[in-house]
């Protein structure tokens, strides 16, 4: 079974701080993305990444940077958190050798920025 | 303007009854794939089932089935025989075949609970 893990379930933090959220896949995956999850706004990306030091920017990039160093792990740092960077983020990966390309998600990070 | 659209935001649905969550969709790209993913209280997201833009039949897998109408740009999730272990979120989500990294777009998703 594919498994996405997330450092923390709950994070609560103080606006101003840096945040680094951490995610590992064990599937050897290439592809592998962050969104945030707000309540009717469904899931919307922050960043994905392709391969190890690629990064593409996704829909809500703004305040947010990512760092992939290895192949099975993608981080999402938040350099200054803010009141409104409080929400659910939720870490996938996805491999294009197989079909259809199906992503697999981790259990997710609820942040609190206070 | 929104590439995926629920426009259920909660539901209710009698134990053993089916129920169809819809959704909606947008795109210029002849090839696209669609998918539903449950999204249970524990927060991880589990995915249900595919639909590719080409696929002549629709899709099933146990008792989750997909109403594809490709014309109405349409992609209805039905589950047959609702369990209690079936509340949860649902989204559906669109991949489109001309972008890089098998991005994924979703809809806002539906809040599905089951009564006893």
């Known amino acids: 079974d594919v498994k996405v893990t997330q450092s923390s379930r709950y994070l609560v933090k103080r606006t101003g701080e840096k945040v680094f959220l951490e995610c590992v896949q064990d599937?050897?995956?290439?592809?592998m993305f962050w969104y945030r999850q707000d309540p009717g706004l469904g899931l919307r990306l922050i960043y994905f990444?392709?391969?190890?030091?690629?990064?593409e920017k996704g829909d809500i990039p703004e305040g947010y940077s990512v760092s992939r160093e290895k192949k099975e792990r993608f981080s999402l740092i938040l350099e200054s958190a803010s009141t409104n960077q409080t929400s659910m983020y939720l870490c996938?990966?996805?491999?294009?050798?197989?079909?259809?390309?199906?992503?697999?998600f981790g259990p997710g990070t609820r942040l609190t920025v206070t | 303007a929104q590439k995926i659209t629920q426009t259920q935001p909660g539901m209710f649905v009698q134990e053993k009854e089916a129920v169809t969550l819809d959704c909606t969709y947008d795109?210029?790209?002849?090839?696209?794939?669609l998918f539903w993913y449950k999204q249970p209280s524990s927060g991880e997201m589990i995915f249900l089932i595919y639909?590719?833009?080409?696929?002549?039949q629709n899709a099933t897998e146990g008792r989750y089935s997909l109403n594809f109408q490709k014309a109405r740009k349409s992609a209805n999730l039905v589950i047959s025989a609702s369990q209690l272990g079936d509340s949860a979120m649902y989204f559906c989500?669109?991949?489109?075949?001309?972008?890089?990294?098998?991005?994924?777009?979703f809809g806002g998703g539906t809040r599905l609970m089951v009564k006893p």
């Open positions: 990444s392709y391969d190890v030091k690629m990064k």
């Open positions: 989500a669109m991949r489109e075949n001309n972008n890089a990294g098998n991005m994924l777009t």
């Open positions: 795109t210029s790209d002849p090839s696209y794939g």
């Open positions: 639909q590719g833009s080409y696929d002549q």
């Open positions: 996938a990966s996805s491999t294009p050798g197989a079909f259809p390309y199906e992503q697999y």
């Open positions: 599937m050897d995956h290439e592809n």
